[in-house]
């Protein structure tokens, strides 16, 4: 199952993100799918702006639906699970092993305002895409002026 979680805005999440976002930059051969020092691995994940706001597509095949948690926390979206081995499989021997198990977080900074309650979330053949739809722009709201009645005497 898919849960969203929403909170306010801080600025302190998102510079830690543009920190982090820096810092990978910098790096030469960065790849995106490394485990942490926590044994946390980070799945492909794309970012891409659409007509109506930021699509975040992730790459998470074999986990299941209430393995997945998608949270909009701040200016952050945090998607985070669990990929489990199959059943009943033995593995004794590795000849390449290039899928990771066990948990697994993505972090995407938003660039700007979403609308919160708009917010969708499908898994579909292994690829879990979030849809952040941009808050429409704001309206200036014209001001009239109260014509005050005469006091009475």
Do not use: N
Not at 74 to 100: C, N, W
């Amino acid at each position: 199952m898919l849960i969203i979680r929403r909170r306010g805005r801080h600025e302190t999440g998102r510079i830690q993100q543009e920190m982090a976002e820096v810092f990978q930059s910098w790096v030469v051969g960065f790849r995106p799918l490394l485990r942490s020092q926590a044994g946390v691995w980070r799945p492909p994940t794309e970012v891409f702006e659409d007509e109506h706001g930021l699509v975040v597509r992730v790459e998470v095949a074999g986990v299941r639906d209430e393995d997945l948690q998608v949270v909009v926390d701040d200016a952050v979206l945090r998607i985070s699970g669990i990929r489990r081995p199959r059943d009943g499989e033995q593995r004794k021997t590795y000849h390449e092993m290039g899928i990771f198990y066990g948990p697994f977080m993505t972090e995407v900074l938003l660039p700007f305002a979403i609308e919160l309650d708009a917010v969708e979330a499908v898994y579909e053949q292994g690829l879990l895409q979030v849809s952040l739809p941009r808050v429409r722009a704001s309206r200036v709201v014209p001001l009239r002026t109260a014509e005050l009645a005469p006091e009475e005497e």
